[in-house]
């Protein structure tokens, strides 16, 4: 019995010294292994992987133990494994630790990766449980990408252009790519570089790049024209591997040489100050231009400081410039800047009849900006109300200045109390307001005028600037609904009481016959009907008016009646 162990160590350590099917044809040394798959198996237990199948079959007969449960002489460890593929058996081997096998198909490496020590409590009989991780590897192959990229998408037919691709390989495979080449193809005409390189080797996860720059061809219409890599390489297994990329570009004819307009202001000045605004004009053509039509306008907020009219006519000769200035002046400031409008150029080429426009440059108005409101606290009346007016002054500008603003009382109304006027010295994002007490002495409507601010352009020296509130509109109270007629409400107009009397209608007395001994009842007396008061409102408008009639007040008179009149007016 020990003699057959013995022969069947002998034989497994054979095949476990460098064990390779002899079937294989190729030098593994060379072989890159890519991704795969690991497992702990025991006896009879299978690892599964793209159609390969390890069983493990065999392990070291169990040994007796020694008094701490291990084993009395090491083990020689190794594992045995049935390898099939597609459920095709291709080979049984024996493996130590850290060997491996290589399928004759040369694609799959099963390594032996860890078994118990030759120690280890797993070889005992009474604890014997051995096992092995094993994992499978499939060969690394190469991946090849490819790409081009040129400078631009489009180019003109000039000259001097030039057209710059570059060809990137890129391996991002899981070995190296052997006896590569790659090739351009493109009916480009070349200018600098070659269209085909060789390497040795791309290494997996490198890449190499080569530029060619190639001449744009003269051309009377629009091309597009394709450029065309292929690269091709081998592994070890001397497989062949291609790839390839093209990109299109489009040449277009040499277009009309457009000229250019520009347009320049300050970039900031203050209220007081004016702004110097230039156009500039470049023939970019080879070619003379005439009958060139320049204008401009002034933009909100800024007055011209000249008779010129902004209309401008002129010839240019090849490559030629023209330019032209005029003076502006600010009415109001601008913290956030002005954008002045684009002036426009018409034209006519040897071709074409052109409208371009320039760039819109801005312009930052350093000063006070004085902005007036006026408000009422109530917005209908009657004659005799009282009216709160308040005024506000808001600095929107980025400097400060003293203002002063004066309001107009109407002449329907009377000051009660507060002030019309206030002068102060506010600074920027600051509000100054007043406010008074107006009473209303004739019906409405009634217009409170605009209340007026003058404040400096920018200091004392400068000269003054106006502002102006809008104009308050106050109206007729609306007549007030029943509801809101009630006792105690604040909006109850006068009260007159009219009878509205039941009407009673004549009793018609029907024929009763008398009969002796019956006692005939009294008649009744109908009650006299009840006078119920209905208010009905009426407005203090319409008794004025009432009482001028009685008074005569409508037409001309004289004497008591005049003063009743007047007194009454009052």
Not at 560 to 568: K, N
Request: hydrophobic share 35%; glycine share 6%.
């Amino acid at each position: 019995m020990r003699s057959k162990l013995l022969i069947k160590l002998v034989i497994a350590s054979l095949i476990i010294s460098g064990f390779v099917s002899p079937a294989i044809a190729y030098d593994v040394s060379t072989f890159q292994w890519g991704d795969g798959t690991s497992g702990r198996l025991s006896r009879g237990e299978v690892l599964l992987y793209n159609g390969y199948s390890v069983k493990v079959i065999d392990f070291p007969a169990p040994v007796k133990s020694n008094s701490m449960g291990r084993p009395v002489e090491a083990v020689g460890t190794f594992v045995g494994l049935n390898i099939s593929k597609n459920g095709q058996f291709l080979a049984t081997v024996m493996l130590k630790q850290s060997d491996y096998y290589i399928t004759s198909d040369g694609e799959i490496k099963i390594t032996a990766k860890l078994l118990p020590t030759q120690d280890g409590k797993e070889w005992v009989y009474e604890s014997y449980n051995p096992w092995a991780d094993i994992e499978i590897n499939q060969r690394g192959i190469p991946a090849l990408e490819v790409l081009i990229n040129t400078n631009y998408n489009e180019y003109l037919s000039l000259e001097n252009t030039e057209i710059t691709a570059t060809v990137t390989i890129k391996n991002k495979g899981s070995a190296d790519l052997l006896n590569a080449n790659s090739e351009i193809k493109t009916s480009l005409p070349l200018k600098r570089g070659v269209l085909i390189n060789h390497y040795e080797r791309i290494k997996k996860g490198e890449s190499v790049t080569e530029s060619i720059v190639f001449a744009a061809p003269i051309i009377t219409e629009l091309k597009n024209y394709k450029i065309i890599a292929n690269v091709t390489g081998h592994d070890v297994k001397d497989l062949l591997y291609t790839s390839e990329s093209s990109k299109t570009i489009a040449i277009a004819p040499e277009p009309d040489q457009i000229p250019t307009i520009r347009k320049n202001v300050n970039s900031k000045i203050y209220l007081e100050e004016y702004a110097m605004v230039s156009i500039s004009f470049k023939n970019n053509g080879n070619y003379e231009l005439t009958n060139i039509s320049v204008t401009d306008i002034i933009p909100d907020g800024f007055v011209l400081i000249s008779n010129n009219s902004l209309h401008w006519k002129f010839t240019i000769p090849p490559q030629g410039e023209w330019d032209t200035r005029y003076l502006i002046r600010p009415t109001e400031a601008n913290k956030n800047g002005v954008v002045l409008p684009a002036a426009n150029a018409e034209f006519r080429t040897k071709k074409e009849y052109y409208t371009i426009q320039s760039n819109q440059p801005s312009i930052v108005v350093h000063g006070p900006k004085i902005t007036l409101t006026k408000q009422v606290d109530i917005s209908s009346i009657d004659k005799g109300d009282t009216v709160t007016v308040t005024v506000s002054a808001v600095n929107d500008g980025s400097t400060p200045t003293t203002v002063s603003v004066i309001d107009l009382l109407p002449i329907e109304g009377t000051l009660v109390s507060g002030l019309t006027s206030l002068e102060e010295f506010l600074e920027a994002g600051k509000t100054a307001r007043f406010s008074y007490s107006l009473r209303i002495d004739t019906g409405p409507p009634v217009t409170l005028p605009a209340a007026t601010a003058e404040y400096n352009r920018l200091d004392a020296r400068s000269d003054m600037l106006t502002a102006t509130s809008t104009k308050v509109e106050l109206l007729k109270k609306i007549q007030v609904s029943q509801q809101a007629a009630k006792p105690g409400n604040a909006n109850q107009g006068t009260e007159i009481f009219k009878v509205a009397p039941t009407p009673v209608p004549t009793p018609v007395l029907p024929f009763t016959p008398i009969i002796e001994d019956e006692e005939v009842p009294e008649p009744q007396i109908t009650p006299e009907p009840m006078i119920t008061k209905v208010p009905v409102q009426v407005s203090s408008e319409e008794i004025q008016e009432i009482v001028n009639i009685l008074l005569g007040c409508n037409t001309p008179t004289t004497g008591e009646s005049v003063i009743a009149c007047r007194l009454l007016q009052q």
